[in-house]
């Protein structure tokens, strides 16, 4: 049976409707067993560029109410904050000050209502991985990123690894459905609604950046994030793709990313490309700045500094 | 999300400090304190206030008031021996006091003499006060200078706080700084520390990356001393929190049906 049956929710508009398709081709019956009711404005949903304001705000508190229903809540927020004029969104890393201690990953995997797995499977989705890696070698192949023990330590220092936002990228390019796109201010997003789940984007990206969800994602109700952004942290579906989006839901209000503030180390540092006062600018004009695997030519919006 | 704890506030108001000299003019945003009190209208003695309330002993001037100043490296045994936590060349942890802490620092720099400290820590299973380490040894307190961890044995007290005024730090230059300007006192010897603060490159600042977009009571940027003890200030190590692992896959379940067709897929993309 093909790949496409196992995908369990039927109220997900353009995969449900392929499922369909699928399961109707191979001449199965019945739908699975856990599918919920066709939802029919969810099955006519259009592709969040083409929503216009009233369609919008229709789809955000439909969301909002079948989240709040979903989690035994009464306080989902679905945004669609949109981009600013005259801002990129731009992060650098400080590999001289990073110990590797994990908070980050940890902070992201709560704020962004990632599926929290069977801790002995350990399947957890986690946006970031932090590499540690042998001083005086920048060979990430040989780096190791299930060390478990004191940070940081001897002789070691540490790269967490995450979505590079890049400008010219190849999960992007991958794509045959165009559920994911670079927004104008650089966060690159996916529509969870318009995925098909083939998972091409994940083989073309070189940082290890997207994470497939291979199960309904089960969050703890009480550990829902509720402050969700359409393209963002909002609960997910099984079958579709994920990634880091510089947290949109908290960027696109000014604030900064979760595991910018988290870092005990102060290491994490983000701000507007386009801003010449920004510290993105200062570490640029000043520190030691390179790109990871800048051969493969992807332009990403993430950088690391030595100083 | 963050624990603030004792974090202070930033506020666009400007206090204190001056950009050091890079001919760049950033907009500086400074530390205020308090988490609840209003951005504007604090002034520089409640933003003080909120960081003295922070210090065990402030003030300083009860007991220093009408206290001599014995200016000699030494061990301090009767105040400021408050218990810190100290990791012996073996990695067991020992509670010691701030006192001892100075002189084990001492003792670091000399080999010979820290050998036989882990010995007989190891003799009696525990932690002991530098006096009983003293006497197993037969030293007196004059064969050993007491220096502090920060700086190698080259400063001591009293090249930070003053002499008269112990409510008060103190630049090189003899200036006065009140307890909420610590990272001048830093910037003395560390300037490039300092200019990357203040440019907030070294630290951090959380809240808003957009300070226009500030409500006004979010925006926090951590002082020097929040993250470096002034007294032993190299960056503390921590454990890591707990590893991804590895995903193998369950057939059929919810994981890729092959192993081939999760390595089709990148591999080790989606644990």
């Known amino acids: 049976m093909s790949r496409k049956a196992r995908f369990k929710e039927g109220s997900c508009g353009r995969r449900g409707f392929l499922k369909l398709l699928?399961?109707?081709?191979?001449?199965?019956?019945?739908?699975?067993?856990?599918?919920?009711?066709?939802?029919?404005?969810?099955?006519?949903?259009?592709?969040?560029?083409?929503?216009?304001?009233?369609?919008?705000?229709k789809t955000l508190r439909r969301l909002e109410e079948k989240y709040d229903h979903d989690y035994g809540r009464d306080d989902f927020k679905v945004r669609a904050d949109g981009p600013q004029p005259g801002v990129h969104y731009a992060y650098a890393l400080n590999?001289?000050?990073?110990?590797?201690?994990?908070?980050?990953?940890?902070?992201?995997?709560?704020?962004?209502?990632?599926?929290?797995?069977?801790?002995?499977?350990?399947?957890?989705?986690?946006?970031?991985?932090?590499?540690?890696?042998?001083?005086?070698?920048?060979?990430?192949?040989?780096?190791?990123?299930?060390?478990?023990?004191?940070?940081?330590?001897?002789?070691?220092?540490?790269?967490?690894?995450?979505?590079?936002?890049?400008?010219?990228?190849?999960?992007?390019?991958?794509?045959?459905?165009?559920?994911?796109?670079?927004?104008?201010?650089?966060?690159?997003?996916v529509d969870y609604n318009w995925c098909i789940g083939c998972r091409y984007c994940a083989a073309a990206c070189p940082y290890w950046a997207r994470k497939f969800n291979w199960v309904k994602p089960r969050i703890p109700s009480e550990e829902i994030n509720p402050d969700t952004h359409y393209l963002g942290n909002r609960p997910r579906y099984q079958g579709v793709m994920e990634k880091c989006t510089f947290c949109i839901n908290r960027v696109r209000r000014g604030l900064n990313p979760a595991c910018h503030d988290i870092c005990p180390t102060g290491s994490r540092k983000f701000g507007n490309l386009l801003d010449e006062n920004s510290v993105i600018r200062q570490i640029i004009a000043t520190k030691r700045v390179f790109?990871?695997?800048?051969?493969?030519?992807?332009?990403?919006?993430?950088?690391?500094?030595?100083? | 999300m963050e624990h603030l704890g004792n974090a202070r506030r930033l506020s666009p108001i400007l206090h204190g400090t001056k950009p050091a000299a890079s001919g760049l003019w950033i907009p500086l945003i400074l530390m205020t304190l308090g988490m609840?009190?209003?951005?504007?209208?604090?002034?520089?003695?409640?933003?003080?206030?909120?960081?003295?309330?922070?210090?065990?002993?402030?003030?300083?001037?009860?007991?220093?008031?009408?206290?001599?100043?014995?200016?000699?490296?030494?061990?301090?045994?009767?105040?400021?021996?408050?218990?810190?936590?100290?990791?012996?060349?073996?990695?067991?942890?020992?509670?010691?006091?701030?006192?001892?802490?100075l002189a084990i620092s001492q003792l670091i720099a000399e080999p010979k003499a820290w050998d036989l400290r882990s010995e007989m820590l190891a003799k009696v299973g525990l932690s002991i006060g530098i006096r009983e380490y003293m006497e197993f040894n037969g030293l007196s307190e004059e064969d050993s200078v007491w220096v502090l961890?920060?700086?190698?044995?080259?400063?001591?007290?009293?090249?930070?706080?003053?002499?008269?005024?112990?409510?008060?730090?103190?630049?090189?230059?003899?200036?006065?700084?009140?307890?909420?300007?610590?990272?001048?006192?830093?910037?003395?010897?560390?300037?490039?520390?300092?200019?990357?603060?203040?440019?907030?490159?070294?630290?951090?600042?959380?809240?808003?990356?957009?300070?226009?977009?500030?409500?006004?009571?979010?925006?926090?940027?951590?002082?020097?001393?929040?993250?470096?003890?002034?007294?032993?200030p190299a960056f503390a190590?921590?454990?890591?929190?707990?590893?991804?692992?590895?995903?193998?896959?369950?057939?059929?379940?919810?994981?890729?049906?092959?192993a081939a067709e999760d390595r089709e897929n990148g591999g080790h993309g989606h644990e």
Request: charged content about 25%; aromatic content about 8%; overall charge negative.
């Open chain 2, 149 to 232: 961890t920060h700086g190698g044995g080259n400063i001591w007290c009293l090249n930070c706080h003053d002499i008269e005024d112990r409510n008060k730090l103190v630049k090189l230059n003899g200036e006065k700084l009140t307890f909420n300007q610590s990272q001048l006192l830093c910037g003395e010897c560390h300037g490039p520390a300092l200019h990357d603060w203040e440019l907030g490159i070294h630290g951090k600042t959380t809240g808003y990356w957009n300070l226009a977009m500030d409500s006004g009571d979010v925006s926090i940027r951590k002082l020097c001393v929040e993250c470096h003890n002034p007294h032993a």
């Open chain 1, 22 to 57: 699928t399961v109707t081709a191979v001449g199965a019956m019945a739908l699975p067993s856990e599918s919920e009711a066709f939802d029919l404005d969810a099955f006519i949903q259009r592709h969040f560029k083409e929503l216009d304001k009233e369609a919008l705000a």
């Open chain 1, 95 to 189: 590999l001289s000050k990073c110990i590797g201690c994990r908070r980050c990953v940890q902070a992201c995997v709560e704020e962004n209502n990632q599926h929290r797995g069977d801790p002995e499977r350990g399947d957890r989705i986690d946006y970031i991985r932090v590499l540690e890696m042998e001083k005086g070698s920048l060979n990430v192949e040989k780096s190791e990123h299930f060390y478990d023990h004191e940070v940081p330590a001897e002789g070691k220092y540490y790269m967490p690894v995450q979505c590079h936002h890049c400008n010219d990228a190849p999960c992007v390019k991958a794509c045959p459905v165009e559920a994911t796109w670079q927004e104008p201010d650089g966060i690159v997003v």
């Open chain 2, 237 to 258: 190590s921590m454990q890591a929190l707990p590893p991804p692992v590895s995903r193998i896959p369950r057939r059929g379940v919810d994981a890729p049906e092959t």
């Open chain 2, 36 to 101: 609840a009190a209003p951005a504007a209208g604090l002034t520089t003695s409640d933003r003080l206030a909120v960081i003295s309330d922070q210090l065990g002993y402030y003030p300083c001037m009860d007991c220093h008031g009408d206290q001599a100043t014995y200016t000699q490296p030494r061990i301090l045994e009767e105040e400021h021996v408050e218990p810190l936590l100290y990791t012996d060349t073996e990695g067991v942890v020992h509670q010691v006091t701030f006192g001892e802490r």
């Open chain 1, 291 to 307: 790109i990871l695997k800048e051969e493969v030519g992807t332009d990403p919006s993430f950088y690391y500094f030595f100083d």
